[in-house]
Every structure is written in C-alpha cells, then in structure tokens.
Nanobody, 115 residues
Framework: QVQLVESGGGLVQPGGSLRLSCAAS????????MGWYRQAPGKQRDLVAAITNGGSTRYADSVKARFTIFRANAKNTVYLQMNSLRPEDTAVYSC?????????WGQGTQVTVSS
C-alpha cells in the first residue's frame, strides 16, 4: 500500500511563488511516475506536470516556463515549484504516483492566487 502526503499550498499574490511537496511512503518501487493534477471549481481535473523516476518530464502548456517539477528519488518525494503565479492557477492540487498500472492519489492541497 502507498500513501502520499502533500504540503506547501496556500495563498499567494499574483506573480508570487509557491513550492508544493508530495512525499510517498509504503511499497514504493524504483520504476514509477509521480506528478500533479489540479482542479478549479466547476472545472475538470487536468494534468499539471509529471516526472518519471528517470527524470523525464512533461507539462501542461499553460504552466510551461513557469512551473518546474523535480524529485528526490531517495526520499520518494516530488516537488512542484510554481513561479509567476496567476489567478487562473487557483485550484486544488493533487499529487499522484503510478506504478505497475496502479495510481495512488494524495489528499490535495489548496493553492489560491489572489491580491
């Protein structure tokens, strides 16, 4: 069984930065993909960024050049550095881990971008 614990959400002004963290514990295997989705009120949940254990990344077009995903494999932790935040980035951000065809979700953390 796998558990994911997120941290780092909060309120930030437009143009500001936040870093989200997601720590995985339990039966973690070396080959996996971790990432972040987000869901704004009344909208569908969309992929923000993902990273494989080998370091390959992908991003939603809306966050490219502003967000960076990286991971510390030894800590089974994935991070999402969010810069130049915009009001439209406001959402609940949820991390996930995929391994052997199974997906585990974190509990979600609120990010609010507002002046």
């Amino acid at each position: 069984q796998v558990q994911l614990v997120e941290s780092g959400g909060g309120l930030v002004q437009p143009g500001g930065s936040l870093r989200l963290s997601c720590a995985a514990s339990g039966n973690i295997f070396s080959s996996n993909t971790m990432g972040w989705y987000r869901q704004a009120p009344g909208k569908q949940r969309d992929l923000v960024a993902a990273i494989t254990n080998g370091g390959s990344t992908r991003y939603a077009d809306s966050v490219k050049a502003r967000f960076t995903i990286f991971r510390a494999n030894a800590k089974n932790t994935v991070y999402l550095q969010m810069n130049s935040l915009r009001p439209e980035d406001t959402a609940v951000y949820s991390c996930y881990l995929d391994q052997f065809g199974s997906r585990t979700w974190g509990q979600g953390t609120q990010v609010t971008v507002s002046s």
